[in-house]
């Protein structure tokens, strides 16, 4: 059905404020993943989820960044203490695995966070 | 750690015209994966070509094509007949064994009518 949504798709708070990014990949993927892409840069990875577990979280850039994903399905990003520097778009990809393998990743539409 | 660079921050192009996006990569693995994005101003990352490390055709799709000199640790996007829907920015990536892509920095590409 639907492609991979991420609400909500603009989200600005202050400086110091808790934010929530939430992300709906594709049914039946098992696999979740999490980029920050700032301005005029590529996406970097911080997270990517096989089922309810985290397999990878080494790109988390610091304890204030935390994701989780409890039925496997959706999964949230949370900041806590938010900076300016945190301002970016965070985009989710979610992808198949078949036989061990990682298929094509397919991106939402990502969430522009802006921390004033 | 592995590196995507992609040294042209904008190209522009004609209409119908063939336009090349340069890309290099660094890693130490022997068997990988490399990928072209276009990410149009919606944001959405949408994937164009992908080339496996230990298949020595390039790949082609439809007006894509790449040019892959593993040797070289090069990877180019060739689009022929330029359209005015490919405007947008383009990334290349990287992934080796681990699913996590690592991209570069992304080539503005322009089409002119």
């Known amino acids: 059905g639907a492609g991979v949504s991420q609400t909500p798709s603009n989200k600005v708070t202050e400086k110091g404020k808790y934010v929530e990014l939430r992300c709906d990949p594709i049914s039946g993927h098992t696999a979740l993943y999490w980029y920050r892409q700032s301005l005029g840069q590529g996406p970097e990875f911080l997270i990517y989820?096989?089922?309810?577990?985290?397999?990878?979280d080494s790109g988390l850039p610091n304890d204030r960044f935390f994701a989780v994903r409890p039925e496997g399905s959706v999964s949230t990003l949370k900041i806590q203490r938010t900076e300016r520097g945190d301002s970016a778009v965070y985009l989710c990809a979610s992808s198949l695995i078949l036989q061990g393998i990682y298929n094509e990743q397919f991106f939402g539409p990502g969430t522009r966070l802006t921390v004033l | 750690a592995q590196t995507v660079t992609q040294s042209q921050p904008e190209m522009s192009v004609q209409e119908a015209e063939t336009v090349t996006l340069s890309c290099t990569y660094d890693?130490?693995?022997?068997?990988?994966?490399l990928f072209w994005y276009k990410q149009p101003p919606s944001r959405q990352m949408i994937l164009v070509i992908r080339?496996?490390?230990?298949?020595?055709q390039n790949a082609t799709e439809n007006r894509f094509s790449v040019n892959f000199q593993k040797a070289a640790k090069s990877f180019s996007l060739k689009i022929s007949d330029s359209q005015l829907g490919d405007a947008a920015m383009y990334f290349c990536a990287y992934r080796s064994a681990s699913p996590k892509l690592v991209f570069g920095a992304g080539t503005i590409l322009r089409v002119k009518s």
């Open positions: 989820f096989q089922g309810t577990g985290a397999a990878d």
């Open positions: 890693t130490s693995e022997s068997d990988y994966y």
């Open positions: 080339q496996e490390a230990y298949k020595q």
